[in-house]
Structures are given as C-alpha cells and as structure tokens.
C-alpha cells in the first residue's frame, strides 16, 4: 500500500477545507471498510485520506421533522437496521441493511460510505493486467468477453457492465430518498436516484458527486407508503454474500379489492446503477395486487434487459424476486 497522509477534522467546515486544499488525491474515509479494501488491492491510491468519523452530529437517526426522516452520514449500518421507526415506517429500507454484508461490518460501516461503495466486478478488484475502464479509462472492458455471470443485464454499456452492489441505495431509491452534501461551493440536496451514473462511455464517474463533496445526511419521506415494503435479496449463500437479484418495492392498497394506489419498484444486483422501474410499477396501478399482476409488472421491470454470456439466468431470477417481493408486501398492508 502506498503512504498516505492522515488527517482528522472535527467539523464539516473543516473537513470540507481540508478536503479541498488535498485535491486532487484526497479521499474521506469512514468506516474504511471499502476504502481500505481497495488500497489494499491497489485500486485506490490516495495521498490523504481524511478520517470524518469524529465529525459531531452526523451519527444521528433523527426522527422529529416533519414528514422526514432523516440519517446522518455517519449513522452505521446496524444501528439504521434496527432504529424502531425505520422498522416500523420502512422495513425494506431496514432488511436492505440487515441482509448486507456481516454483523461485523455492519457495526463499522456507515450509511454514506455504503452508499458511495464501489462495484465488485473482479476485473476492477483484481490484477491490473485486466482490462478495466472503470480502473484505468480506455483500458477496456475484460468482463464483456470474460466472466461475467455476475454483471449487470440492465443499464451495461460497451464501455463497462458493472453491477453497482450496495443494497441500502436500492431501497432508499425505491421510497425518493434525497441526499444533502457540503462542499466548497456550498450545500445541495439531490435525489439518490441520481446520485450514481450510468457508466456510458466514461465508467470511471460513478457517481454526480465532486471529489471534493462531503454527503453529510440521507432524507426519506415518510409519505407512509414505505410500512408496506419488502427487500427481497437472493444470493449464492444466504448470508454474507452480494445480490444475485434484489428488489426492494413497496405498496399501498385501498379496499376490499386491494387496488394498488402506490407502488415502488427497486432493483438491485442486477443493474449498473439502483434501477427505478418505473413503468413496471404504472402497470400495477389501480389494479388488485395478485400474483398474476405482480408477475406481469415484474416482467415490465426487466422489459429492455441485455443479457451476456454467463448471466442470463438474472431476468428469470429477477422476474421471480420482483414477484416474491410484492407478494411479500402485500401481506404486510
Ligand atoms: C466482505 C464484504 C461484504 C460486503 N457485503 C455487502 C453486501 O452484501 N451489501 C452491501 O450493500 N454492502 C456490502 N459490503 C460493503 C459495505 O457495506 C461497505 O464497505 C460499507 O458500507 C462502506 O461504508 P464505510 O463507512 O466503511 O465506507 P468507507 O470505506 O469509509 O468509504 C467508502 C467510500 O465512500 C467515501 N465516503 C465515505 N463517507 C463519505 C461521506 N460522508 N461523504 C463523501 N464520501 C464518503 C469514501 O471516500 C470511499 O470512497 C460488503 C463489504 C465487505 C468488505
């Protein structure tokens, strides 16, 4: 691993400062669960790292805004899995978190850190003799050609596959969550359907976010439409392990009917970016919620999907997580 210089500010204004007078090369770390992976490997070679964990304020789950909820940056992964309102205002948004990685790094690992984590496509992770645009842009892509049972069926472009692999940005994606940051220009707010890109042709930008930006909370609305919400996430083993296929819906149902007058539809594992599918859940409007519509909706969500070599297997897997899952939110309206 290479030197680094370590620093460690004690408020935003200060972090923000360092942060841009280390440009470029800087990077905060939180948890380091992902940083540090990736120096180890030689991925990420930053000169400073800046150490934002003793940032004041920024750990807290506050409830008591009106019609939000909102999550420090520095919140860790259990502690947001098992916060009593988002159990009971949006399950799918705790089971993201409970369903990711281990006990251990749940314990370590932050909310904003997990949202900023990076893919797991081997070619990136592994030798540099790989062909990666994501690690080295215009290098290529190996994982078109090579293994790719992994990669992403939707959002790929010629440039790079890469799965984005988090499963929290699925479920706050699905309920419009927002995102503040602080930077030297000042503070803004935007969605976190907008925070990663697509890779395109520069794969290498995976998120909107300046190198110099701090994101300091995560909002979600409590319109009430996440307490009917399920994140469903399969994997090769059941536990420690990154999504096959996930989905992360919810529903609002009225009647005796149940007619579906809300519904949100996430996907995870299986795109380049957190993937809305937004016509999918159009088609479940104003209808009763059986298993036949939720099919239906689940094979709109995959409509468009570009399968390579090894992965294949993901649309049909997926149709089936996305069906599960609404089933499984329906039983708790
Ligand atoms: C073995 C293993 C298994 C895992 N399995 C899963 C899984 O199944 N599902 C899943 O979702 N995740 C999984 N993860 C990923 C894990 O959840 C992330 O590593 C973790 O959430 C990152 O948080 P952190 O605080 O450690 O981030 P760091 O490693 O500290 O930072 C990650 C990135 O975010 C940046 N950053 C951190 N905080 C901020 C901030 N506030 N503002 C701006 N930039 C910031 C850093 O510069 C860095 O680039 C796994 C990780 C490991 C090692």
Same mark, same amino acid.
């Not at 293994?147 to 790929?156: E, M, P, W, Y």
């Not at 299986?270 to 809305?276: D, F, I, K, L, M």
């Given at each position: 691993m290479r030197d680094f210089a370590y620093l460690r500010p004690f408020g935003i204004d200060e972090a923000v400062q360092l942060m841009s007078k280390h440009q470029p090369g800087a990077r905060y770390i939180a948890g380091g669960t992902t940083l540090f992976d990736l120096m180890k490997l030689g991925v990420e070679a930053p000169s400073t790292v800046i150490d934002i964990t003793r940032i004041e304020g920024l750990r807290d789950i506050d @409830?008591? !805004?009106? %019609?939000e909820l909102r999550i420090g940056a520095l919140a860790l992964m259990s502690d947001v899995a098992e916060d009593p309102v988002v159990l009971r205002e949006f399950p799918a948004l705790s089971e993201s978190l409970w369903k990711a990685a281990s006990q251990q790094l749940r314990n370590m690992a932050t909310v904003g850190g997990n949202l900023l984590q990076r893919t797991r496509c081997a070619y990136f992770r592994g030798s540099p003799e790989f062909a990666c645009n994501k690690r080295v842009p215009g290098s290529g892509c190996a994982a078109l050609g090579g293994?790719?049972? %992994?990669? @992403?069926?939707? %959002? %790929?472009s010629d440039a790079c596959v890469a799965v984005y692999p988090g499963d929290m940005a699925v479920a706050l994606a699905a309920f419009d969550a927002m995102v503040d940051t602080v930077s030297p220009r000042g503070a803004r707010s935007l969605p976190v359907r907008e925070l990663h890109r697509a890779p395109g042709a520069t794969p290498h930008l995976e998120t909107v976010l300046a190198s110099d930006e701090l994101i300091v909370r995560i909002r979600v609305p409590r319109s009430g439409v996440g307490r009917a919400s399920s994140y469903h996430k399969v994997r090769d083993r059941e536990s420690y392990a990154f999504a096959l296929t996930s989905a992360a819906v919810a529903v609002h149902l009225q009647g005796q009917g149940h007619r579906v007058t809300d519904a949100r539809i996430a996907l995870g594992g299986? !795109?380049?970016?957190?993937?809305?599918a937004l016509q999918a859940e159009r088609s479940l409007l104003g209808k009763p919620l059986t298993r036949a519509a939720a099919r239906q909706a689940a094979e709109l969500a995959f409509e468009g999907a570009v399968p390579l070599e090894h992965n294949g297997f993901k649309v049909a897997l997926g149709i089936e997580t996305v069906t599960d899952a609404l089933m499984l939110a329906k039983e708790r309206s």
């Open positions: @409830a008591s !805004a009106r %019609g293994q790719n049972r %992994g990669h @992403a069926v939707l %959002g %790929g299986v !795109a380049t970016r957190p993937w809305r």
